[in-house]
């Protein structure tokens, strides 16, 4: 009888591949490199050179258990522990949204128009409302050393996990957090030059079509709007309008479903110019943004 062919890497991630593409993950190789990435404790590229070593006993129980709960629907990254958002680490637990590609036009967005912002002799003033992870918060904060971040969300759980990546990225000066209800936390004044947001969006329609491994997984408060999906964004609006310096820029990410009603949310909203929109790489209406007459 010939001997067992011995569980080496390449021969686990070929496996595991395979076992996920049954199990309906959308990019299983990817997911069997990043799990065992993690259980190795060592850079995904790493594993492309270590193809015919052995990982050991313990790694490959401990590999098992991380396929076995992938292959249940638990995102990736969750089960690792962290994201990449905007070419930086981000910790990420079940508190909080896993952050997703499309968010990154939001930064981008709001340091577009930073750059055309007038000059003053204090920071740039931004709040990021309804943060979780605080992403948005902490690019920001890394590519506008002179501004300063209000971080908001409801959830303290969530703020928890925003304060980690605060932290982690060395933003702590320039990024404050705040548990509070959108922006009913502050006077109806003009106090800031950005309200970013990456709101609830979706729709109870919408949410029933998620794909499973979000379902039951990521936060439903922090995906589920409203039964038409636009409610968060009708309060925001006029909360934004009464807080922003004139001039100052209103930045929210959207669905693309939402885009004409968002539309005139602005429009009704009078102290805001005509709204402008940026789409993703899909080519979908993604970012929303109008500058506060």
Same mark, same amino acid.
């Given at each position: 009888?010939?001997?067992?062919?011995?569980?080496?890497?390449?021969?686990?991630?070929?496996?595991?591949?395979?076992?996920?593409?049954?199990?309906?993950?959308?990019?299983?190789?990817?997911?069997?490199?990043?799990?065992?990435?993690?259980?190795?404790?060592?850079?995904?590229?790493?594993?492309?050179?270590?193809?015919?070593?052995?990982?050991?006993?313990?790694?490959?129980?401990?590999?098992?258990?991380?396929?076995?709960?992938?292959?249940?629907?638990?995102?990736?990254?969750?089960?690792?522990?962290?994201?990449?958002?905007?070419?930086?680490?981000?910790?990420?637990?079940?508190?909080?949204?896993?952050?997703?590609?499309?968010?990154?036009?939001?930064?981008?967005?709001? /340091? @577009?128009? =930073? %750059?055309?912002?007038?000059?003053?002799?204090?920071?740039?003033?931004? +709040? #990021?409302?309804? $943060? &979780?992870?605080?992403?948005?918060?902490?690019?920001?904060?890394?590519?506008?050393?002179?501004?300063?971040?209000?971080?908001?969300?409801?959830?303290?759980?969530? /703020? @928890?996990? =925003? %304060?980690?990546?605060?932290?982690?990225?060395?933003?702590?000066?320039? +990024? #404050?957090?705040? $548990? &509070?209800?959108?922006?009913?936390?502050?006077?109806?004044?003009?106090?800031?030059?950005?309200?970013?947001?990456?709101?609830?969006?979706?729709?109870?329609?919408? /949410?029933?079509?998620?794909?499973?491994?979000?379902?039951?997984?990521?936060?439903?408060?922090?995906?589920?709007?409203?039964?038409?999906?636009?409610?968060?964004?009708?309060?925001?609006?006029?909360?934004?309008?009464?807080?922003?310096?004139?001039?100052?820029?209103?930045?929210?990410?959207?669905?693309?479903?939402?885009?004409?009603?968002?539309?005139?949310?602005?429009?009704?909203?009078?102290?805001?110019?005509?709204?402008?929109?940026?789409?993703?790489?899909?080519?979908?209406?993604?970012?929303?943004?109008?500058?506060?007459?």
């Amino acid at each position: 009888m010939p001997p067992t062919e011995p569980w080496t890497i390449g021969r686990l991630l070929q496996w595991t591949s395979e076992y996920l593409r049954k199990h309906g993950s959308a990019s299983p190789r990817l997911d069997a490199e990043v799990l065992l990435a993690e259980t190795l404790k060592k850079p995904r590229i790493q594993l492309y050179t270590s193809f015919d070593e052995d990982p050991g006993d313990d790694a490959r129980t401990a590999f098992r258990e991380l396929v076995r709960r992938r292959a249940t629907g638990e995102p990736v990254a969750y089960l690792v522990g962290q994201r990449e958002f905007f070419s930086l680490p981000f910790a990420v637990t079940p508190a909080v949204l896993i952050p997703r590609p499309e968010t990154e036009f939001v930064v981008i967005s709001v /340091l @577009d128009a =930073a %750059r055309e912002y007038p000059v003053t002799d204090r920071p740039l003033r931004i +709040v #990021d409302v309804g $943060t &979780g992870s605080g992403v948005i918060a902490v690019c920001l904060a890394r590519h506008l050393p002179d501004c300063h971040v209000t971080a908001v969300d409801i959830s303290p759980a969530a /703020l @928890d996990v =925003a %304060r980690r990546n605060i932290a982690a990225h060395a933003v702590e000066a320039q +990024v #404050d957090c705040l $548990t &509070g209800d959108l922006l009913l936390g502050f006077p109806e004044a003009p106090v800031f030059d950005f309200v970013v947001s990456n709101p609830p969006y979706v729709s109870e329609r919408e /949410l029933a079509d998620v794909a499973p491994e979000v379902k039951g997984h990521e936060p439903r408060e922090a995906l589920l709007a409203g039964p038409r999906g636009d409610e968060v964004i009708q309060r925001l609006v006029p909360q934004a309008a009464a807080r922003l310096v004139p001039g100052g820029w209103f930045v929210c990410e959207i669905s693309p479903m939402l885009e004409e009603r968002v539309r005139e949310l602005l429009a009704a909203e009078t102290r805001f110019a005509a709204a402008m929109t940026r789409k993703d790489l899909a080519g979908l209406t993604r970012v929303i943004s109008a500058r506060r007459l």
